[in-house]
């Protein structure tokens, strides 16, 4: 799925503190969306605490990250105390985001076929377009890639 260069799928989600998160609030800045499995699974507990460890890089570069998966908001938020995540984490249930992102489809693992998220990163620009998407990722090291892409366009 090309998705770069095209307006990103608007969503409201609630966070891990109940609140409404909005694509459309966040015009204006650079917005990373991470889409993983579950929460404190060791990938996504990697994923999530490589992106809280480069938050003030991101908030240098007018970028808020946030993370999407089916869990609960009870399940996030007991995942952002239990390692002090400094991110936003949204609920996504019903997986509607996730499939308008193509980040919720058929997998494949141990040569058994299934549906679930596929972890994925997009990255809008200010104006809500698709500046960058990665359809498939690794979690150790991605939210370097993440910040040095988004480092590479604002200077562009």
């Keep these: 799925m090309t998705m770069i260069g095209k307006r990103a799928p608007a ?11 909005r694509l459309s ?4 800045r650079w917005v990373v969306l991470y889409f993983y499995p579950r929460d ?4 996504c507990t990697t994923e999530a605490c490589d992106f809280t460890a480069s938050i003030a890089d991101f908030e240098g570069l007018d970028a808020v990250v946030l993370g999407c998966s089916p869990d609960s908001i009870e399940s996030h938020r007991k995942f952002v105390d239990k390692h002090s995540l400094r991110i936003d984490l949204l609920s996504d249930p019903d997986h509607e985001v996730m499939e308008k992102y193509g980040a919720w489809g058929e997998k494949s693992l141990y040569g058994k076929t299934s549906m679930g998220v596929i972890r994925s990163t997009v990255l809008i620009d200010p104006t809500g377009k698709v500046a960058h998407h990665w359809p498939k990722v690794q979690a150790k090291g991605h939210a370097d890639k993440v910040r040095e892409k988004l480092a590479e366009l604002r200077q562009g």
């Design 11 to 21: 969503f409201t989600l609630q966070n891990q503190d109940g609140e409404k998160v």
């Design 40 to 43: 404190d699974t060791p990938g």
């Design 25 to 28: 609030g966040l015009s204006g």
